[in-house]
């Protein structure tokens, strides 16, 4: 902690100086001193070969990342830093070398406007790392002159980053007294109290994945009045709850059974030094005392002693590598689960380890050093890699049959409930409305399988959601909100969520705030429209703690427009575009808005005619052409924004999906139908998707290629009737162009 960022200087910097080269992608970057500063002369923002003096360091194991400080005006106060960016130029301490971090599964150069490059908006210290690594960070942007002032209190996590303020501490102390007060007692938090999550809490502060909700935290303070945790997302997390991405423990620990059983950081962990308090197996015997040899021995494990498969944690916390050489251990302690991997592609530590079994050349192994990329290879399609791992899953799936028996209850684990549910399959339902409310399992998994609800959007998945709206856990109340958003009935969706607007969580109360925003206000009576604008002025406040991000603007202005405040929608928009230029979404919310008005104002035009009164026909008319007018522009460069973007993540089919639709409302239907069905076959149980392609044929008339696609929706939806009829309605036309 005390060395999460530091001035940089002879006593902190660890990497080579002296000149060292390092050459990725053509670039070749120089790391030298001069007048006693530390330089950097790589690639910049526009593309040149420059210098760049380093101004900070990042951390100290397994590697030191370096930090460039950029518009900094000459009369900025010295406490305050301005737009720090993060170098993809890297030191591994342990190995002492200079080595390039690549963003996940991107292996080609970044172009320098690419929010991936080290200096883009993805690198950047200020919005990305900055509030985990210092105290009391406050990010201080101006969204008028698009600057940081950044503040902190300690540039690393210090002693009030955990205690929290200390000044009555600190009072207490230098008063002559016992050192306590009956009020305030020692002037901190009561982190060692018997409800563990006291602790964790303030430990997860930073050690989650989590958005912000609030900017006062305090230690010892509720985690979900400030924060929200993220699920188990399948960009995250594999389907089965193991880490994928990077999630910073707290989601996997709330899985395990230790979690629930009231264990918390300290009694692994010191405090302070954040090192293990025992080494090797006595981590776990430690407090896991069963008679000898219970689990610490070949009995268990199956290993020889002192082995690596003897070893707890390689079992039940197998590593996964980040940022090329940082590997952390999953802490969701699990069982291994070979069987899983057989039936979903799962990992698992048995043929993590034992990957020498599996049938590939040396050739591709020299490519593939980690598990984790053996993974990512059979996710990618590599059917070699895929079969490989394929035979080392079932040899493990049948040793561990061997060794433990049969489980009876295999078959019950939520990752078959969630793997079904993603795959599109209609019949999931009953299965996941089960999980959704099933009380033995973690929170974090029931919240994940509320939200799945969602893409049902029927009468089974509602009363199930509404059910959940009672549920003990802010996660799965806050999920099950969510849903909601579907329901068509104003008056239902208001007696449904209004008494979330008092729930004493603030991620329960602001969510159902932003759900019931669309509500019109006649319908509302006073106590909850003083509750809705209490929950939404929290959610706003929430949103502008990221107002250096598009998004964050982009959703107040959709919220704007659920309440009918279009000139505040407009600004909104117009905001997350000056604030991030390169960012698609905006646009095409702004241009669709502009459309719209456009639209009401030609009936304006048209009403007016019928009435003869000429003046304002031609009033209206006016307006209507000018909102078209500035419709217009922002949609062509959106246009050009997606087509950047379908280059940039290729295999990502919402981007080509949206890049379809944006193709085809300018009328270039030959690329537009190549788009979506290049979306279609990336994601073939996409509901959305697939009904797109189907209903740009369906527009176009072209029934034969409408036909194939009205069958797959049927696939993904099976029991939708207007699904039904549209079928039969395309393939008797099909027929009837056939004939003719």
């Not at 459309?595 to 209206?620: P, T, V």
Request: charged share 30%.
């Amino acid at each position: 902690h005390d060395k999460a960022m530091d001035h940089a200087t002879s006593e902190t910097v660890l990497g080579d100086f002296s000149g060292a080269e390092i050459e990725n992608f053509g670039v070749v970057s120089r790391m030298f001193q001069r007048d006693e500063k530390y330089w950097i002369h790589t690639e910049g923002p526009d593309g040149e070969m420059a210098d760049f003096e380093i101004k900070y360091v990042f951390g100290f194991e397994p590697l030191q990342q370096y930090m460039v400080e950029f518009d900094r005006p000459a009369d900025m106060p010295p406490h305050e830093v301005a737009r720090l960016q993060v170098s993809r130029i890297a030191w591994d301490t342990l190995h002492k070398r200079w080595f390039y971090l690549p963003p996940p599964d991107v292996d080609e150069k970044l172009a320098p406007n690419d929010d991936l490059h080290w200096t883009g908006v993805a690198q950047r210290w200020n919005n990305m790392c900055a509030d985990c690594h210092s105290t009391n960070l406050k990010k201080n942007y101006d969204v008028a002159t698009k600057t940081y002032h950044t503040t902190y209190s300690e540039i690393d996590v210090s002693c009030e980053a955990c205690h929290g303020p200390g000044s009555t501490h600190v009072e207490l102390a230098r008063a002559k007294s016992l050192f306590w007060d009956r009020k305030v007692g020692y002037g901190l938090p009561h982190l060692k109290s018997p409800d563990s999550h006291v602790e964790i809490e303030t430990c997860v502060q930073c050690h989650s994945r989590r958005r912000l909700l609030h900017p006062e935290f305090q230690p010892g303070d509720d985690f979900y009045n400030n924060f929200a945790n993220e699920l188990l997302g399948q960009a995250t997390y594999y389907v089965d709850g193991q880490i994928q991405d990077e999630v910073y423990v707290h989601g996997s620990f709330i899985q395990s059974k230790m979690y629930h059983r009231g264990i918390r950081c300290t009694d692994c962990h010191d405090p302070h030094t954040a090192r293990l308090k025992h080494n090797g197996n006595q981590v776990c015997t430690s407090c896991h005392q069963h008679p000898a040899g219970k689990y610490d021995g070949p009995a268990h494990h199956h290993h020889k002693p002192e082995s690596t498969g003897a070893s707890c944690v390689e079992c039940h916390m197998p590593e996964t590598t980040y940022m090329e050489v940082d590997a952390r251990r999953d802490h969701s302690l699990r069982v291994p689960r070979p069987d899983l991997s057989v039936d979903l592609g799962t990992p698992n530590a048995c043929t993590r380890c034992h990957l020498e079994k599996a049938d590939l050349p040396e050739s591709r192994r020299a490519e593939l050093p980690l598990y984790q990329d053996w993974l990512r290879a059979a996710r990618d399609g590599d059917q070699q890699v895929q079969a490989a791992l394929d035979h080392v899953n079932r040899w493990a799936a049948e040793k561990s049959k061997e060794w433990y028996g049969e489980k009876r209850d295999a078959k019950d684990h939520f990752a078959y409930a969630l793997s079904a549910a993603r795959e599109g399959d209609r019949e999931s339902l009953p299965t996941l409305m089960r999980l959704a409310t099933d009380r033995r399992q973690a929170g974090i998994v029931r919240a994940t399988a509320a939200s799945e609800l969602g893409q049902f959007a029927n009468e089974a998945a509602f009363v199930t959601s509404k059910e959940l709206l009672e549920d003990d856990d802010p996660t799965v109340r806050a999920a099950a909100i969510a849903n909601f958003q579907a329901l068509p009935d104003d008056r239902r969706l208001l007696k449904t969520l209004a008494p979330l607007l008092d729930d004493p969580v603030r991620l329960v109360r602001t969510e159902a705030a932003r759900v019931l925003a669309r509500v019109p206000r006649a319908l509302t009576n006073g106590a909850q429209r003083k509750a809705l604008d209490r929950a939404l002025e929290e959610f706003e406040a929430g949103l502008m703690m990221n107002n250096d991000r598009a998004t964050a603007h982009m959703t107040l202005g959709i919220l704007y427009e659920d309440q009918g405040r279009t000139d505040d929608a407009i600004a909104a928009y117009k905001t997350a575009i000056a604030v991030e230029p390169q960012v698609t979404g905006p646009r095409t919310n702004l241009a669709a808005l502009y459309e719209r008005l456009a639209s009401a104002a030609d009936e304006q035009a048209r009403n007016a005619a019928r009435q003869g009164d000429e003046q304002a026909g031609i009033a209206a008319a006016e307006q209507g052409y000018r909102y078209r007018q500035l419709a217009e522009p922002l949609a062509e460069q959106e246009l050009e924004n997606l087509k950047r973007d379908t280059l940039l993540a290729p295999d990502n089919a919402f981007i080509h999906f949206r890049y379809g639709l944006s193709l085809y409302r300018h009328g270039r239907f030959e690329q537009a139908e190549a788009e979506l069905t290049k979306a279609a076959n990336l994601e073939p149980n996409d509901e959305q998707i697939v009904y797109g392609v189907m209903r740009f044929h369906y527009d176009r008339q072209n029934w034969s290629a409408a036909r194939p696609w009205a069958e797959q929706l049927l696939e993904v939806r099976p029991q939708e009737p207007a699904y039904r009829q549209l079928y039969e309605e395309i393939k008797a036309r099909a027929g009837e162009a056939a004939d003719n």
